[in-house]
């Protein structure tokens, strides 16, 4: 089976294409029994002069401001398979991960999941709910980790794009709320498993992070009012 893959990067040095790189490569050397369309969207448009360059992927130069949403819709018009797995670049995947998130979305017929991060959902569920096969719901930073999220293209050809009002917060909550209201289950697989470096992607911002996430909290209660209240 072949999986289409999206990597949203932005390649400022060094160190951001090592942390790119080991995300490819584990997605890649962990998973030997699926294939992947690998779409690497690049932020950094000096990048490939300086030698930054993800080899054996599909990659997007964007000379445009980052907006995580509008760089997510550029990725997801080169997907073509039934699957559509969205990633961090600072992620480490674990054996089998994303076979193992694939092998449950078939047997459950789920349409959207997420891998468990041992060391985040350890704090946020008990021993007793990770040891399940899978804990169903749409609560952000719970079931819904937006650094790893795998998803039928189904859920893309009803809703249409990610929302690019979204520009880097709040766009989890709102494909949160897009699955809740439209009735689409969503599982937290605890078979799968990814490392996920916290915080790192905050160097695509230029702005102060504070006043842009009070204004994208805004925007969210505003769409979604009728279903907050």
């Known amino acids: 089976m072949t999986i289409d893959a999206i990597i949203l990067t932005f390649t400022k040095d060094l160190f951001y294409y090592g942390l790119t790189q080991r995300t490819i490569q584990t997605l890649r050397n962990r998973n030997k029994n699926l294939d992947f369309n690998l779409i690497v969207v690049e932020g950094n448009t000096e990048a490939h002069k300086q030698g930054y360059v993800y080899n054996n992927t599909h990659t997007l130069v964007l000379a445009e401001k980052f907006n995580y949403n509008r760089f997510l819709n550029h990725g997801l018009s080169h997907c073509k398979n039934k699957y559509i797995l969205i990633c961090n670049n600072d992620l480490i995947f674990h054996e089998s991960s994303v076979e193992n998130l694939i092998n449950h979305m078939e047997k459950y017929d ?38 790893c999220i795998c998803m039928r293209n189904e859920i893309i050809r009803k809703m249409g794009s990610f929302d690019e009002q979204f520009d880097y917060y709040y766009q989890d909550n709102d494909y949160a709320m897009f699955l809740k209201t439209n009735g689409i289950d969503h599982h937290l ?3 799968s498993t990814v490392s996920h470096e916290l915080s790192q992607s905050e160097i695509l911002l230029d702005r102060d992070i504070h006043e842009l996430s009070a204004e994208l909290k805004k925007k969210f209660e505003n769409k979604w009012e009728k279903y907050l209240n």
């Open 110 to 147: 789920v349409w959207s999941a997420c891998p468990q991060e041992p060391n985040w959902h350890a704090v946020h569920f008990d021993t007793s709910e990770l040891s399940k096969e899978f804990i169903a719901g749409h609560r952000i930073m719970h079931e819904v980790t937006g650094w």
């Open 189 to 191: 697989v605890n078979n």
